[in-house]
């Protein structure tokens, strides 16, 4: 019997070709995709609860949240000198909610009893000011601008938007899952980043925002360059910066700048 020997199959067809796709770019692709998801999820988880928040009246989120700046421990008694700041803080903010276009947001100020360098807006209209900001901050136009910052957020619901963006996103995640642990965590992660980025946005929109109220209610925004020079000398390192949802200090010193020089060449017609 003659023996015909089969032909071995060429090389193109080697099932070897797969193992060429090296690990670390297979684990790239796969970070990539599960950040591409996470991105497209957490937009329109975001377009979900903006639509939501403009159907809440600012009345009725200061009802849902109101329990929220009652929870701040304020101390009892303040020194004489944080008093008068504290003081001078509700005059300007009164001032500056003449010129906010906030009529229907019932904003209050609170100091909270804390040694670090803050202030912060809660949903449901509560401004929170530091004692430790209180010791630090050492011009009127400098606390007026902590103060319209703030206000800033509530005029674009930011606080809102922010806890409905991050429920939603939770919930999304949970439900996708549920079945890895590892899987959630990891997107769960991923989402942080996108929302760290659009964070930002709110943050330098806010200062914006802050440095035309200023300019409106106190005539010149003279010092809140001084104050930002000031509070990024206790501020995080540059390294830390992309950890945290406000921008670096110096970028943001030069867009305030920037912007404060184009409303002087162009002022904005008065708040009404």
Known sequence: ????????????????????????????????????LCAGLYLLV????????????????????????????TPEALPADLARQAALAERLLTNLLTHAQLKDFPVQLRIWDRPETNAFALPGGTIALTTGLLRCVDSESGL????????????????????????????????????????????????????????????????????????????????????????GEQGLPGWAQMFSTHPATKERLAALREHAAQLRADPPPPRR
């Open 144 to 231: 007026a601008f902590v103060l319209a910052h703030e206000l800033g957020h509530f005029h674009a619901r930011d606080q809102l938007r922010g806890v409905g963006r991050q429920v939603g996103f939770q919930v999304v995640m949970a439900l996708l899952f549920s079945s890895s642990g590892d899987l959630q965590f990891g997107a769960s992660q991923a989402g942080q980043f996108v929302h760290l980025s659009h964070s930002r946005d709110r943050e330098k929109a806010a200062d914006r925002y802050a440095l035309e109220l200023v300019m409106a209610a106190l005539g010149s925004e003279a010092g809140t360059a001084q104050w930002f020079e000031k509070l």
């Open 46 to 73: 975001a377009l979900v609860t903006d639509a939501v928040v403009r159907r809440i009246s600012p009345a009725t989120e200061a009802r849902l949240f109101a329990a929220l700046g009652q929870s701040l421990e």
């Open 1 to 36: 019997m003659k023996f015909t020997p089969r032909a071995l199959p060429p090389e193109a067809a080697d099932a070897s070709r797969g193992h060429d796709r090296h690990p670390l770019r297979e684990l790239a692709l796969l970070v990539a995709g599960i950040a591409a």
